[in-house]
């Protein structure tokens, strides 16, 4: 029966931990901003430590519950070790939301294999490295969560 508290906990986040990835960036800050306003206790990463770090101290300013830890999430160990630190600083990971992306936009004809290859380590093997460590975990605790994949509007252009 759908009824107030039955929508309120479907959607509840508060006390939840919660791993964004590329959260230096708007998209990525934008939900990890969002999720500490519900509650959600945010571990943030991405790759630049000075920019994670000017995140926490925002976040710190205005009351909302955070840590950072930087890494590359398309490197196994990195992802283990994000999730580690989502567990050791929360005690669990609820919520994985994966933000990062890269992109550099060049015909065939320009564009090397190895350029090629940065883009899709960047925007598809980090995402299946990030999401396996995080289920893993999730799996773990025995108590499911929640994975959520973020795309950027460049995905509806060639």
Not at 26 to 55: C, D, H, P
Not at 77 to 103: M, P, Q, R, W
Not at 106 to 116: P, T
Request: proline share 2%; charged share 20%; glycine share 10%.
């Amino acid at each position: 029966m759908v009824n107030k508290d039955f929508t309120q906990n479907l959607f509840n986040i508060e006390g939840k931990v919660a791993l964004v990835t590329g959260a230096t960036g708007a998209l990525g800050s934008a939900i990890a901003k969002g999720y500490a306003l519900q509650g959600a206790k945010v571990v943030l990463t991405g790759r630049n430590q000075e920019k994670l770090n000017k995140l926490v101290e925002e976040f710190v300013s205005e009351g909302l519950p955070c840590a950072a830890i930087a890494g590359d999430p398309a490197l196994e160990a990195d992802a283990k070790k994000a999730v580690d630190f989502a567990v050791s600083t929360y005690g669990e990971l609820n919520i994985l939301a994966v933000c990062h992306g890269f992109n550099a936009p060049k015909g065939i004809l320009e564009q090397s294999a190895d350029e090629w290859q940065k883009i899709m380590d960047a925007d598809l093997k980090s995402v299946y490295i990030i999401c396996k460590a995080s289920a893993e975990q999730m799996v773990a605790q025995g108590k499911g969560g929640k994975i959520v994949n973020v795309a950027s509007m460049l995905s509806f252009q060639g």
